[in-house]
C-alpha cells in the first residue's frame, strides 16, 4: 500500500484529495495546522492525521519524525497548504502581506522537501505534487482570452509562479522521484470564495492533483498540469 501524505489536509482540496485516494487504496495522512480539526477531519475521511504547519520549521520537523517512526518512508508527498493573501491589490500591497504569503506557498514546500526527501527516498517509486495554479502561469496570465487574465493578485500570482520554478529545479535537482506541479483551476473552496466566480467544486479541482499523484514509474516529472493536460509555464 502506496503511503500519501497532504499538507493542509483537513479541508477544501486538501480534504478532497484525501478522500479520492483513500477511495483508491492509498493510506493517507492528512497534515492540519490545527490537531483538533485534522483529528475531526481524519475521522470524517477514515484516515491518520498529524499536526503539520509549513510555517514553522519545528511542527515540518516534528510531522517528519512521525511519519519515519510510523512508516519508516513515504511514496507521495502533496504540497497543498497555500493561503491567497485576501488577494489585496497591487497598490494595497504591503510587504508584510507577502511575506506572509511567500512564507506558506513558497517557503512552507521548501521546508517540507528539506524534511520529507530522506522519507520519500526511502520509496520505491517517490512522487511530489506541488499544488500550483494557473494564476502563477505567465502563458494563461498574459493570455487575454483566459480568466486567470484579469486577475491581478501581486503576492499570490507571483507566489505560484516562484512554486513552478522549484518544481523544475527540485525535479533536475532529485531525478530520482517524479516530481510535477497541478492546478486544480478555481475551485469552491475558502481560499477562492463561493461560486460567484464560475468556480468548480473541488471534487473537480483534484483531478489533475489526483491523477499525477498517482502516477507510475513511466509518468512525467517537471511538469506543470491542469485537468485537460499540459499547461504553459
Request: aromatic residues 6%; contains cysteine; hydrophobic residues 35%.
Amino acid at each position: 500500500m502506496r503511503i500519501a501524505l497532504i499538507t493542509g489536509g483537513n479541508k477544501g482540496l486538501g480534504f478532497e484529495t484525501a478522500k479520492e485516494l483513500i477511495s483508491q487504496g492509498y493510506k493517507v495522512y492528512i497534515g492540519s495546522r490545527s490537531s483538533e480539526r485534522g483529528q475531526e477531519a481524519a475521522a470524517e475521511l477514515g484516515c491518520s492525521c498529524v499536526q503539520l504547519d509549513v510555517t514553522d520549521e519545528q511542527s515540518v520537523q516534528q510531522a517528519a519524525q512521525f511519519i519515519q517512526e510510523k512508516e519508516g518512508r513515504l511514496d507521495i508527498l502533496i504540497n497543498n497548504a497555500g493561503i491567497s493573501g485576501g488577494f489585496t491589490t497591487t497598490r494595497d500591497m504591503t510587504m508584510d502581506i507577502v511575506k506572509e504569503v511567500y512564507n506558506t506557498n513558497v517557503f512552507g514546500i521548501v521546508r517540507m522537501m528539506t524534511s520529507f526527501v530522506p522519507l520519500l527516498e526511502q520509496s520505491e517509486q517517490p512522487v511530489v505534487v506541488n499544488v500550483s495554479s494557473g494564476l502563477g502561469s505567465f502563458g494563461m496570465v498574459t493570455n487575454p482570452e483566459t480568466m486567470e487574465s484579469k486577475v491581478n493578485s501581486l503576492a499570490y500570482c507571483s507566489s505560484k509562479s516562484a512554486v513552478s520554478m522549484l518544481t523544475l529545479q527540485y525535479a533536475k535537482g532529485l531525478p530520482d522521484m517524479k516530481i510535477n506541479a497541478a492546478d486544480p483551476g478555481a475551485t469552491n473552496t475558502d481560499l477562492v470564495g463561493d461560486a460567484s466566480n464560475n468556480a468548480k467544486p473541488a471534487s473537480e479541482g483534484v483531478i489533475p492533483i489526483v491523477r499525477l499523484a498517482t502516477i507510475d514509474a513511466n509518468g512525467p516529472t517537471g511538469t506543470f498540469e491542469d485537468g485537460n493536460g499540459i499547461i504553459p509555464w
